[in-house]
């Protein structure tokens, strides 16, 4: 999903997209993930961040029951409240999800008009729909004063996902976009939805994504065959370990000892999750401590262990972290997000505008892929704009190159 619009200048859009009527505008950001892959359906820990790639969420009152949802590329759609239905694949199913599920928990909503942009790129796994229902339940709260917390809106917006999106997603990104806080990461655990903030003390690097341009259509079905394998080595240990609630208190002595033999799959899949734990816990200390290059070293495990043992991975991910190693002002870097496709987050020296130049030509010459790179900076959670920022707010698709030039 991508809202690409431009937006300079933003006010004189919100004008002609509502009628000259004063929208509440809801800014809700991305996000990147350091490290904690593939660990929020079985309690584990994660260390997501929100970044400064947005969607906008814009919304008015209406004196009827219709909701009149529109993008900036593509068709509108209107229907009433009480016709609001799932229609996975289509871009508003987010927001009806939304309003239903809002609905649902018995708030009282009117109608209303809604529009979205933005400029999260498209298909790179920086979490855009999480932050489409993030900023629509937002900006709801805002328009009929529904007083929710930030905690409740991020259940909300899972749920929409859930029932209106035919997604299984966790917790994290919509935690990450609603809780971010500029220059901080999450480190969040799945097993009681706390979190404590990371100092994100990153000194001479940047954060840079590469989006590898592909997307392989195992995503979806191998995400849901992960959750079973990890879940036939947690009920083996069980079965010896009574006092074992999740695959969270497993030990790796323990699946070694039930699970290797028994079923070598699900033991993979459930080293890797043990595994990643541990990484996020020292990934934690080391950013607070400033010791980058440990930093580094653990995501490029946390990458051969997504692609040896959990084996989300792909061709053209692993091609990308090779390359990565071969550049000396490359820190580390690993796949993100679900897998077979998508962006690596990366760690590179700053004023190395040279070094993506070279990842590129390699990475394009032979994949035959054009590779897009984007400096991201850490940011602050989704929020309700005012006046200043509302006339501050341009339209930003900026490569890497463009942003160090």
Same mark, same amino acid.
């Given at each position: 999903?991508?809202?690409?619009?431009?937006?300079?200048?933003?006010?004189?859009?919100?004008?002609?997209?509502?009628?000259?009527?004063?929208?509440?505008?809801?800014?809700?950001? @991305?996000?990147?993930?350091?490290?904690?892959?593939?660990?929020?359906?079985?309690?584990?820990?994660?260390?997501?961040?929100?970044?400064?790639?947005?969607?906008?969420?814009?919304?008015?009152?209406?004196?009827?029951?219709?909701?009149?949802?529109?993008?900036? =590329?593509?068709? $509108?759609? =209107?229907?009433?409240?009480?016709?609001?239905?799932?229609?996975?694949?289509?871009?508003?199913?987010?927001?009806?999800?939304?309003?239903?599920?809002?609905? @649902?928990?018995?708030?009282?909503?009117?109608?209303?008009?809604?529009?979205?942009?933005?400029?999260?790129?498209?298909?790179?796994?920086?979490?855009?729909?999480?932050?489409?229902?993030?900023?629509?339940?937002?900006?709801?709260?805002?328009?009929?004063?529904?007083?929710?917390?930030?905690?409740?809106?991020?259940?909300?917006?899972?749920?929409?996902?859930?029932?209106?999106?035919?997604?299984?997603?966790?917790?994290?990104?919509?935690?990450?976009?609603?809780?971010?806080?500029?220059?901080?990461?999450?480190?969040?655990?799945?097993?009681?939805? #706390?979190?404590?903030?990371?100092?994100?003390?990153?000194?001479?690097?940047?954060?840079?994504?590469?989006?590898?341009?592909?997307?392989?259509?195992?995503?979806?079905?191998?995400?849901?065959?992960?959750?079973?394998?990890?879940?036939?080595?947690?009920?083996?240990?069980?079965?010896?370990?009574? &006092?074992?609630?999740?695959?969270?208190?497993? $030990?790796?002595?323990?699946?070694?000892?039930?699970?290797?033999?028994?079923?070598?799959?699900?033991?993979?899949?459930?080293?890797?999750?043990?595994?990643?734990?541990?990484?996020?816990? &020292?990934?934690?200390?080391?950013?607070?401590?400033?010791?980058?290059?440990?930093?580094?070293?653990?995501?490029?495990?946390?990458?051969?262990?997504? &692609?040896?043992?959990? #084996?989300?991975?792909?061709? =053209?991910?692993?091609?990308?972290?090779?390359?990565?190693?071969?550049?000396?002002?490359?820190?580390?870097?690993?796949?993100?997000?679900?897998?077979?496709?998508?962006? &690596?987050?990366?760690?590179?020296?700053?004023?190395?505008?040279?070094?993506?130049?070279?990842?590129?030509?390699?990475?394009?010459?032979?994949?035959?892929?054009?590779?897009?790179?984007?400096?991201?900076?850490?940011?602050? @959670?989704?929020?309700?704009?005012?006046?200043? =920022?509302?006339?501050?707010?341009?339209?930003?698709?900026?490569?890497?190159?463009?942003?160090?030039?």
């Amino acid at each position: 999903m991508h809202f690409n619009a431009m937006m300079t200048p933003y006010r004189e859009l919100l004008s002609r997209t509502h009628g000259g009527l004063e929208p509440i505008v809801v800014r809700a950001p @991305g996000r990147i993930n350091l490290i904690g892959e593939h660990t929020d359906y079985n309690g584990g820990l994660a260390l997501p961040a929100a970044i400064n790639r947005y969607i906008y969420v814009s919304v008015t009152w209406r004196d009827d029951e219709q909701v009149n949802m529109m993008a900036a =590329e593509f068709p $509108s759609k =209107e229907l009433a409240l009480s016709e609001l239905y799932p229609c996975p694949g289509e871009w508003h199913t987010y927001i009806q999800g939304v309003a239903a599920v809002l609905l @649902g928990w018995g708030y009282v909503l009117g109608g209303f008009n809604i529009h979205v942009c933005g400029d999260i790129p498209v298909g790179a796994g920086l979490s855009s729909s999480a932050a489409l229902c993030c900023g629509t339940v937002m900006a709801l709260d805002a328009l009929f004063d529904l007083q929710l917390t930030r905690q409740e809106m991020a259940l909300i917006a899972q749920q929409a996902e859930h029932t209106f999106a035919g997604v299984a997603c966790g917790l994290m990104d919509q935690y990450a976009c609603l809780f971010g806080k500029r220059g901080y990461a999450l480190k969040l655990d799945f097993r009681t939805l #706390q979190f404590e903030y990371v100092r994100l003390n990153l000194e001479f690097l940047d954060l840079v994504l590469l989006d590898s341009g592909v997307k392989h259509s195992l995503a979806s079905t191998e995400y849901n065959l992960r959750k079973m394998e990890t879940g036939r080595a947690l009920s083996r240990v069980q079965e010896k370990h009574a &006092t074992v609630e999740r695959l969270r208190d497993c $030990s790796l002595e323990q699946l070694y000892d039930e699970v290797l033999v028994a079923d070598p799959v699900a033991y993979k899949r459930a080293k890797f999750f043990v595994e990643e734990n541990k990484r996020v816990e &020292t990934a934690a200390v080391a950013l607070d401590r400033r010791k980058l290059t440990l930093m580094g070293d653990l995501l490029y495990e946390s990458h051969q262990g997504l &692609t040896a043992l959990y #084996q989300v991975s792909c061709a =053209e991910l692993d091609l990308l972290i090779q390359l990565a190693k071969e550049e000396k002002s490359v820190v580390g870097a690993r796949m993100m997000g679900g897998g077979f496709g998508g962006c &690596t987050i990366n760690l590179i020296e700053k004023k190395y505008k040279s070094c993506i130049g070279r990842l590129q030509a390699e990475y394009e010459r032979r994949t035959g892929i054009p590779l897009k790179a984007y400096r991201v900076m850490i940011a602050e @959670g989704a929020r309700v704009c005012n006046n200043r =920022e509302l006339r501050q707010i341009k339209y930003n698709e900026k490569s890497l190159e463009e942003n160090y030039a």
